[in-house]
């Protein structure tokens, strides 16, 4: 089963006007596998410029939204809005939605299954805290938040679905998962969701690592038959950005 390669760049809350027009020139510049899916995923108020701006081999996405699609939400975005500028990708669960802003497994589930009821795709993301991994719960936590991830989803809205496996600890701290270690959770989880979905969304679904992901350790991870792409935080701000959508090259 061949799944197309996928990096994104995740800038979280960096960038400013001319961070995206040197970023784009680049990008643009750039001799880019053919082969890889690429999206970035700039701050919303610069969501509609980047699209403007970026070439056609890359797409954009929202960092998050919410789940209904007008109202009473000061500060939101709906997935609505996003269909409406022309985003066709969402980020939803990052960690740091998680951990700094509260966002419970439910509240995701809720987001993912409304955000692609509405035809967008998401980058749904998953992952344990290093006290997790030390306590051995990591297949745990990341199998809960997939459960509930899918009981807001039917099977063919998978195909919408990106799983990015971004364990905590290796988030911005430097600490990369080894390729190891990035492969086991990757093959459990494809054989969790083969039991728990089924076969074809365990074979068709791309799984990708995020984690202090640069240009010189993403050679080694894109070598593991399991890891179908990165989410980059960090190094998706530089133009190392290049060599890990070219990992594969
Ligand atoms: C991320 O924000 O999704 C991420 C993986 O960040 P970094 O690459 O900086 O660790």
Known sequence: MSRKFFV?????????????TETIEYLGKANLDKNVEIVIAPPSIYLECVHYLAPRNIQVSAQNCYSVAKGAFTGEISPVMLNDIGIEWVIIGHSERRNVFGETDNLIAEKIGYTVGTGLKVIACVGEKLEEREAGQTEAVVFQQVKAINNKLTESDWSRVVIAYEPVWAIGTGKTATPQQAQEVHEKLREFIKNEISEKVANEIRIIYGGSVTGSNAKDLAKEKDIDGFLVGGASLKPEFVDIINAKL
């Not at 994104?8 to 995206?20: C, E, V």
Request: aromatic content about 16%.
């Open 8 to 20: 994104g760049g995740n800038w979280k809350m960096n960038g400013d006007k001319k961070f995206i």
